[in-house]
C-alpha cells in the first residue's frame, strides 16, 4: 500500500469510525462502545495532480488507461476501541491536523443515521469530506466517506466504504483512538 493510500486509509478510518464527531455537537448515532472490527475499502479516485485538460486527447487516454489499470487496494481491516468518552469528546479524530481550521454541518444526526459535512483549510490546504454512517443496529455500522483535498494546488479525491461489527465491551490489547 503507497504512502498516500495508508494515510487515506487511516484518515478515512478514523473520520469514519468516529462519524466525523464535532465538537459542538454529540452524536445521537446509537453504537455500542467497546471494541470493533472495522473493513475500510479505499478508493483513491483520480490521479492526484494530473490535469487532462491540456492533453491532447491520446495523450488524456493513455492517463485515463494508467488510472484504471492501478491496481485497486485490498480492503483494510482493523480493530479499535471505542469508549463513550473518547466518542463524546471527538478523541477518535486523532488524525485532524491542528493547522487546519475546520467546521462541521450536520445534515443527520438521528440514532440510526449520521450524515455530515466537514470542511477544513489552511496555508495552502483545503479539504471537504462527506460522511454518511448508518448504524443497522447498535453492533453494526455501514458508511461511506467522500473527500476532496487540494494541497498546493494538486487535487486528491478519495470515496471508501466502512463497514464495523462490534465485537464486545472488552476492549484488551486493543489501542484507543488518540492514543
Known sequence: MTRVSRVCAF?????????????????????????WEVTTAVD????????????????KARAEALAKARPAQPPR???TCITKEN????AILSDDDPTLKCTQTFVSNTPAL????RTCTGEG?????????????????????????????????????????????????????GQ
Not at 11 to 35: D, E, H, M, R, W
Open 125 to 177: 490546504v483545503s479539504r471537504t469530506s462527506h460522511t454518511r454512517m448508518e448504524a443497522a443496529s447498535s453492533s453494526a455500522l455501514k458508511a461511506t466517506v467522500n473527500t476532496s483535498s487540494v494541497r498546493n494546488g494538486r487535487t486528491i479525491t478519495v470515496n471508501a466504504v466502512v463497514t464495523g461489527k462490534w465485537l464486545g465491551a472488552d476492549c484488551s490489547g486493543i489501542k484507543q483512538p
Open 114 to 117: 449520521l450524515d455530515t459535512t
Open 77 to 79: 481491516v482493523t480493530k
Open 11 to 35: 484518515a478515512l478510518l478514523s473520520g469514519c469510525l468516529a462519524a466525523t464527531v464535532a465538537y459542538a455537537q454529540a452524536p445521537a448515532l446509537k453504537i455500542n462502545f467497546g471494541a
Open 44 to 59: 483513491l479516485g483520480q490521479l492526484p495532480g494530473v490535469d487532462t485538460s491540456k492533453m491532447t486527447p491520446e495523450q
Open 87 to 90: 466518542w463524546q469528546r471527538g
